[in-house]
């Protein structure tokens, strides 16, 4: 066992964990903080993504410990008063999605890139969004909520 | 006239009441379950496809610190009451059942067949503990396809079956086959085969299993389509009544079929919660569910078609073969939906169909969105093959055998009436929305650039529900319960046997309810995935639109009819005069007589009324179907064949959909996009492979590929006007249609597209290595 001292979405959170278990892990058990899925476990689905120091990371390949001294976001702190945020919002009014279990890491990583990329286009989405599978919607519901989430963004 | 409600919540695109958790992190789906003491399982798996257990070990696992038990699938059958899979003993399966355990006791039948059970403090021991479990085994040769299997010299997989034959090779004939190839023009032979593919729901399978020993309850945490499935088969396997197994469900990331009742993991699962007196959680890992929780589909199809040279097709000859896989299950009972569907719309005369199942060392048959889909395939694709051999065009050949609506409808060969089925008019819709004379200009200005576009055309059926026949007098799908209660703060409760997966039935259903009963959409309330409250029920074979549709509206209609009731004694006024709308009952035309409906009901609960007043608020609703009818529509595909890498683009693709009334236009459109988005993926990317000893190839996401953003296009949606059949509920089922015709739509485009090259396509996965195959045969000569 390791003790570990991280920030989680704003708050200094500090446990034991053994060297072998995952982000995502620590995350969802130990932190109670089940909106983080995992849906394969190796990287590819990209359900169990969170910002990790600014940078979307897949919490399943990333150890808690390496974790140690960073800041870390999940979709639980996106709108800490218990709102939507700005890609929340238009996913909601664009319908994105359906049985909701890509939902987090779809979000987390809609997220990270429109901060990045805030003019981004269609084609620049999609490609953003390629590591993250979805198997409900056929993609193009998340896409436009991406979209909407980035013209309203602009519009502020 | 007193002033009506302008909007209707039905028919509009409301947004979900689902999302707000879902988009916070907030959903509360079966891995989130956490409760006091819960060990975890993890399962010993089988190396091999077919092998002898000779013995199993597991002492050294028990002694590891933090492993709580370990079961051996002897140990599991003292555990619990042997018997068959309880799903095919609820259906009714024919033939031998072959022996069923939960965990393999003398005997391996795929490669993931569990072995053993281990129960620890954490998921990372138990698969500590698995590691420390020792099996030997002594190998057999593996069955791994149909043609081996259909060989009487294959060893098989179960003693008692005696062979690898799942289900009887049985014939039928519909119409004068004999008469009908021997005046044809033409006759035509084809082999048509279907791949091996799968769900791959982003959740897996998972359960928490928690036994109260004081009471003698278990409760079961789990994702499933039915928790009363669930329920049924947990009682029977641990031997309990039905009323001490609660079986619960939150939200469930997707299922596509998989997730029907309790699986065998699942079954150990409980047994092993009762053992332990503790809490257990399983849930699989994507290796679990790529390898062991099911597969799909792997058809094989020798047709015969007589045809007359202008192109009717008169008549079909079809012997179907379908590998279920190692335990048999809902595979054997696919061939005769193949066979009632394989007439789709069209006029066929004549059909003759023979069919055999078999069993075979890989993971077993599971349903898959669209499980009988291949009649669509089997049926889009000849046509296709003998327009090119006749010189006709796709949608021509199509409108030429579809049959027209009538009164009384047509009927198809294989018994069921075509009633209000718009294939022609989707036809029509399609070459209006895409420009075949100008693509046609396109591909060959592109063909003469070296680039390869094509465009394919396929048209389907779905009997969601089905027509009203006299043959099946409870209806098309059965009956659909539903209790309806007017809560004392004004809430109307709908508790639905739908468990919703991705279908968004705590929008819809409350749309239509809000409508019929005359309250805010905010005020209806859904309650699903919970066996103590919820009646029986099954979210599957896209029955909700229509049943659970249909009885919602019905149901809403009757708690009206009591409310008002009621409201008519403490408001001293005529039954006929009251209405209900935004949530108040008022004396028509007397705005200022309103109550809430809320308060009739606190009044309820408390008042005393005249003899023979029902007032309880509450429903037992159940709908029949009504009249019924069927889904359809016609989709179109543009894609380019890169000749050079194989890679196929799909670079338009238009629907053109008669679901019947739309309740929800946009979660309507998600259900279409997504099944195309599984259809396309289907036949460019996805295949559950075997090599030759039964190992699963497929096991990762990375080798199991599924579409990303980048390979789906937009989908252009159009919905046709529908024929309504019933007087009310004409809401029809849409979960399985894009996913049944998105495969031969997007191969017939294929095939245009490297029409060139003279290739003929007989088979439905086309990954580019495919493409390139089928080109230097047809640049061979072959």
Redesign the interface.
């Known amino acids: 066992m390791v003790e570990i001292t991280l920030r989680v979405n704003g708050t200094a959170c500090t446990g034991p964990a053994?060297a072998?278990?995952t982000l995502a892990?620590f995350l969802?058990d130990d932190l109670?903080?089940?909106?983080?899925?995992?849906?394969?476990?190796?990287g590819?689905?990209g359900?169990c993504t969170v910002i990790v120091d600014g940078r979307a990371v897949r919490s399943c390949l990333m150890l808690a410990v390496q974790a140690a001294g960073s800041e870390v976001t999940?979709?639980?702190g996106?709108?800490p008063d218990g709102g939507?945020g700005v890609v929340?919002q238009a996913?909601?009014?664009s319908?994105s999605?359906?049985?909701?279990?890509?939902?987090?890491g779809m979000?987390m990583q809609a997220v990270a890139f429109l901060g990045d990329h805030p003019d981004a286009g269609e084609q620049q989405?999609?490609?953003a969004?390629?590591?993250?599978?979805?198997?409900?919607?056929?993609?193009?519901?998340?896409?436009d909520g991406v979209l909407l989430a980035a013209k309203r963004s602009r519009g502020r | 006239m007193a002033a009506i409600p302008a909007e209707r919540y039905t028919g509009a695109s409301i947004k979900r009441s689902e999302d707000p958790r879902i988009l916070t992190g907030a959903g509360r789906y079966v891995d989130d379950i956490k409760l006091p003491g819960m060990l975890h399982a993890a399962f010993v798996r089988s190396p091999l496809a077919h092998a002898r257990v000779l013995s199993v070990d597991a002492s050294a696992a028990r002694e590891l610190p933090g492993i709580v038990a370990a079961f051996t699938g002897t140990d599991l059958e003292a555990m619990t009451v042997p018997g068959p899979d309880a799903l095919m003993a609820l259906l009714g399966g024919a033939g031998p059942t072959p022996e069923f355990t939960l965990l393999a006791t003398d005997k391996v039948r795929f490669a993931g067949d569990p072995v053993a059970i281990v129960i620890a403090e954490s998921r990372y021991l138990a698969e500590d503990g698995c590691e420390l479990v020792d099996v030997e085994y002594d190998q057999l040769p593996p069955v791994t396809n149909a043609s081996f299997a259909l060989d009487p010299s294959s060893p098989p997989l179960f003693a008692n079956l005696g062979d690898n034959i799942a289900r009887p090779h049985s014939r039928n004939e519909f119409g004068d086959v004999p008469a009908t190839f021997a005046t044809a023009d033409r006759v035509s032979d084809f082999r048509i085969d279907v791949h091996r593919h799968q769900n791959m729901p982003m959740e897996g399978r998972g359960c928490v299993a928690s036994y109260d020993g004081g009471l003698g309850v278990i409760t079961v945490y789990t994702a499933t389509q039915s928790v009363h499935v669930s329920k049924i088969a947990v009682a029977m396997r641990l031997g309990m009544e039905q009323d001490k197994v609660r079986v619960l469900a939150g939200d469930i990331g997707g299922s596509f079929g998989l997730k029907i009742g309790a699986s065998r993991e699942e079954l150990a699962v409980a047994a092993a919660a009762r053992a332990v007196g503790r809490p257990v959680k399983w849930v699989e890992d994507r290796g679990e569910n790529l390898t062991t929780s099911g597969q799909a589909r792997e058809e094989s199809f020798d047709v015969r078609a007589a045809v007359s040279n202008d192109g009717d097709l008169l008549g079909l000859d079809v012997n179907m073969v379908i590998d279920t896989g190692a335990y048999p299950g809902m595979g054997t009972m696919v061939p005769g939906i193949v066979e009632a569907m394989l007439p789709g719309p069209y006029k066929l005369a004549a059909l003759g169909f023979e069919s055999t199942a078999v069993t075979t060392n890989k993971a077993s048959y599971v349903a898959y969105r669209g499980p009988w889909a291949s009649e669509t395939f089997v049926r889009e694709r000849i046509l296709d093959l003998i327009a090119k051999d006749l010189g006709l065009d796709p949608l021509e050949i199509r409108l030429r055998n579809a049959a027209p609506r009538t009164d009384p409808p047509a009927v198809m060969i294989t018994g069921r009436p075509l009633a209000g089925v718009t294939t022609r008019e989707s036809l029509e819709r399609i070459a209006q929305l895409v420009d075949f004379p100008a693509f046609r200009r396109r591909q060959a200005e592109a063909r003469a650039q070296g680039r390869y576009l094509g465009i394919g055309v396929a048209t389907f059926i779905e009997a969601a529900p089905g027509p009203r026949s006299p043959e099946v007098p409870s209806g098309p799908m059965g009956t659909e319960p539903m209790r309806l209660r007017l809560e004392e703060d004004g809430i109307v409760t709908l508790f639905t046997g739908q468990m919703p997966h991705g279908q968004s039935h705590e929008t819809t259903l409350a749309q239509i309810a809000a409508d019929e009963f005359g309250v805010p959409f905010e005020q209806v309330r859904v309650v699903t995935g919970d066996t103590d409250v919820v009646p029986f029920g099954l979210t599957g074979g896209s029955r909700s639109a229509t049943m659970a549709g249909g009885v919602a509206l019905h149901g809403a209609r009757q708690l009206k009819a009591k409310v008002i009731d009621v409201a008519s004694q403490l408001m001293e006024a005529s039954a006929q005069d009251l209405q209900i709308t935004d949530g108040q009952v008022w004396v028509r035309g007397d705005p200022a007589s309103a109550i809430s409906v809320g308060e009739v009901a606190r009044r309820a609960a408390t008042g005393r009324f005249a003899p023979g007043l029902d007032a309880n608020l509450e429903v037992e609703a159940a709908f029949d179907g009504g009249e019924g009818g069927w889904s359809g529509g016609s989709h179109c595909a543009i894609v380019e064949v890169d000749v050079e890498t194989g890679i196929v683009t799909v670079e338009r693709y238009v629907v053109a959909e008669d679901c019947g009334a739309l309740i929800n236009p946009a979660i309507v459109d998600g259900q279409i996009r997504g099944g195309v988005a599984q259809g396309i993926g289907a036949v460019l990317l996805e295949r559950s492979a075997y090599d030759q000893d039964g190992n699963c190839q497929s096991a990762t996401l990375m080798d199991y590929l599924v579409p990303t953003a980048c390979d789906i296009p937009r989908i252009e949606i159009e919905h046709l006007e529908t024929v309504p059949l019933d007087a009310d509920v004409n809401f029809r089922g849409v979960g399985e249609g894009g996913m049944i015709v998105a495969p031969p739509t997007v191969v017939n485009a294929i095939e245009d597209a490297l029409a060139p090259f003279g290739a003929r396509i007989y088979e439905q996965h086309l990954p580019p290595a495919r493409i390139l195959e089928l080109i230097a045969a047809a640049d061979s000569g072959q």
């Open positions: 053994e072998r278990k892990d969802r109670n903080l089940t909106g983080t899925h995992l849906g394969c476990e190796h590819v689905c359900a999940t979709i639980e996106l709108a939507l929340q996913m909601w009014d319908h999605f359906q049985c909701g279990f890509c939902t987090p979000v989405i999609r490609e969004l390629s590591g993250n599978i979805c198997r409900c919607t056929g993609y193009q519901s998340i896409i």
